[in-house]
């Protein structure tokens, strides 16, 4: 969103890679729109306005790689100059992650070659770049006039802290397993936009409270933060730091759920709240003057995130899906909880009807969910696939995804068991997957095929399994450890063998990894047990492997290694690589392709004569 809620940017994807494109609301441009050109082939991940409204900032992913930049342009359309500002020394080429605005300053994240994260603020009119923190495993979360949060630990263990010039503050008390791992930080002494007239008639420029001669970091700093610490649940706090020290309190928890994301408004009227419910989303707005938490806002999707809001709070922006409607910008007044409409075509794409919740009981009588999509009417069933989602600490949720109503248009039930291990159902429940607890999540894989199976959503022997990144990894485990239970496997992007995989993969993802998967030199034996690739053998249903050439987080050569494996041993298996693509597998073209491949594949082993 705009500061002064005339304008929106997005991503637009309907061909090719990606791309960014500014929305006009209001004034002679409205109704109108400008696609951002940018002198680099691959995807825009991400795009946002800074704080004056002058600057757009996209980060940008290299023919679909996993390593990003940074590139700018003016919020003037007529103005087609389009700069990066993410400079390496000669030879050397990092990955620039774009965090937020302070200000007029990009607030961004720069990995080089020795995989260390160098927390930077970057002024977007000449390069000058200026580096707050920098240490292994730091994460800029949020910046401002002279403050900045960074959140710092490995994957499941993670805090905030607090830098006010050389002072380093921790915002929470120790809680081991708690995650804390978002937050915004709130000026006290000048608001975050110092502006006159009402929202939309701006006449002063924004300026950092440091230009005035102000510091807001000489007396107390207030930060608005995400956290499970003290907790079971993430949920809102807000912290106060002083010279005598850090007081919080919480703003907004709700049992038994957890807050996905949440932003505020520059003036600190508003704060927009999402809540994940079983991995279904819940839209609320607390007035941050009194603390009132107003009654949740209905969606027009089962899936929101992206939270926008203008700098007066008077308008909200939020990325909205389903399965029968793909992610669109949506508008909404938070006070008058009118959603706006907005001129354009809708996006488009195949869609399917809503699926329903479920519920699974494993061997040990852990109990996990998971949504359930089945063919339309009239659409003999012929099988199931479980897809399970990355991570680990991912979640499958009701949103919308393109490969499925093609699966289900051919009569295959689609499933998506949020196993052991998976976020958004509290700490205790992504940690029982740790290290060599995940035997028990492979487990889960299979106890989902027995639930498919005894409920009739598919007949025995025509369960096939699917999963990216980490979830391919998992499908490749559950073909391995549980091979009598599966018709077909298809794993993207997944890891084969994880003591291979942490020696080819970028190092800060390898040391991130540790407290989930185990340390590749103390925990090798337990690594090895845990790979699908040891075990090969006992794979007999039919494998597709899918890659991106240009993935340098779980590189190609974990596809391959595995596909070289199978072919050995006289298996049923194939390998469909993307040579302009990367983890994510961004262009439409290729997964268009991928859509193809899948489908034949499972139709094909659930068919009658062919071997499961």
């Not at 992913?61 to 919020?75: D, F, H, K, L, Y």
């Not at 000026?187 to 924004?206: C, F, K, M, N, V």
């Not at 022997?461 to 496997?489: E, I, K, M, N, R």
Request: one cysteine or more; a negative charge; glycine letters at 10%.
């Amino acid at each position: 969103m705009s500061p002064d809620a005339t304008a929106f940017a997005h991503l637009v994807d309907d061909g090719g890679y990606p791309r960014a494109v500014q929305r006009f609301l209001r004034g002679w441009r409205a109704s109108s729109s400008r696609d951002v050109e940018l002198p680099v082939e691959g995807p825009v991940t991400r795009v946002l306005h800074s704080a004056d409204g002058h600057w757009l900032a996209c980060e940008v992913a290299p023919e679909g790689g996993s390593r990003t930049q940074i590139w700018v342009v003016t919020t003037d359309p007529d103005d087609r100059d389009a700069r990066r500002i993410d400079h390496w020394p000669s030879g050397v080429e990092g990955t620039a992650e774009l965090i937020s605005w302070d200000g007029t300053l990009v607030a961004a994240i720069l990995t080089g070659e020795d995989n260390v994260g160098s927390s930077c603020l970057i002024d977007p009119a000449d390069g000058t770049t200026t580096v707050l923190d920098r240490r292994s495993g730091g994460r800029l979360v949020d910046a401002w006039a002279g403050a900045s949060l960074v959140r710092v630990g490995p994957r499941g263990y993670r805090d905030l802290i607090m830098l006010r010039g050389l002072t380093e503050t921790a915002l929470l008390p120790y809680d081991p397993g708690s995650t804390t791992d978002t937050g915004i930080i709130l000026d006290d002494h000048t608001p975050r936009r110092l502006r006159s007239g009402a929202e939309g008639e701006i006449t002063q420029l924004y300026q950092p409270a440091r230009e005035y001669g102000l510091n807001s970091t000489d007396g107390y700093v207030r930060a608005l933060i995400r956290s499970e610490n003290g907790a079971e649940h993430a949920r809102l706090l807000e912290v106060t730091v002083t010279a005598d020290g850090v007081a919080y309190h919480v703003l907004a928890e709700r049992p038994g759920y957890e807050i996905d994301e949440f932003t505020v408004s520059d003036d600190l009227s508003t704060i927009a709240i999402l809540w994940n419910m079983h991995g279904a989303s819940e839209l609320q707005v607390l007035e941050y003057a009194d603390n009132t938490l107003h009654d949740p806002i209905p969606l027009p999707g089962m899936v929101a995130g992206e939270l926008s809001i203008s700098a007066g709070g008077t308008m909200l922006a939020v990325t909205v899906e389903a399965p029968s409607r793909p992610p669109t910008v949506e508008l909404v007044d938070p006070r008058t909880r009118e959603w706006q409409l907005v001129d354009r075509e809708p996006s488009s794409g195949p869609t399917s009807a809503e699926p329903t919740l479920e519920t699974v009981t494993a061997r040990d009588g852990l109990t996990f969910t998971g949504w359930l999509f089945q063919p339309p009417a009239g659409v003999k069933t012929i099988g199931a696939m479980l897809f399970l989602h990355g991570g680990p600490e991912g979640q499958g949720r009701p949103g919308y995804n393109e490969f499925f109503p093609g699966l289900l248009d051919a009569g295959i039930c689609v499933f998506l068991p949020n196993v052991r291990g998976s976020g958004g159902f509290g700490r205790s429940f992504m940690h029982a997957d740790d290290r060599e607890r995940r035997f028990a999540a492979i487990d889960d894989v299979a106890d989902a095929v027995r639930f498919v199976v005894d409920n009739g959503h598919a007949p025995a022997g025509c369960v096939a399994c699917c999963g990216w990144s980490y979830g391919g990894y998992l499908t490749q485990a559950a073909l391995a450890f549980h091979p009598d239970q599966f018709a077909a496997g298809i794993s993207i992007c997944g890891m084969s063998d994880l003591n291979t995989w942490y020696r080819t993969t970028e190092q800060w993802i390898a040391a991130a990894a540790y407290p989930k998967y185990g340390h590749p030199i103390s925990d090798r034996d337990l690594l090895e047990e845990l790979s699908p690739l040891p075990r090969a053998e006992a794979i007999t249903a039919p494998l597709l492997l899918v890659h991106g050439l240009n993935d340098t987080n779980v590189p190609p050569s974990e596809s391959q290694q595995m596909y070289e494996a199978l072919s050995e041993l006289g298996r049923h298996t194939e390998l469909l690589l993307f040579d302009d693509d990367g983890h994510e597998i961004d262009k439409r073209e290729n997964r268009a392709v991928l859509l193809k491949a899948m489908t034949t594949w499972l139709t094909a082993a659930f068919g009658p004569g062919e071997e499961s």
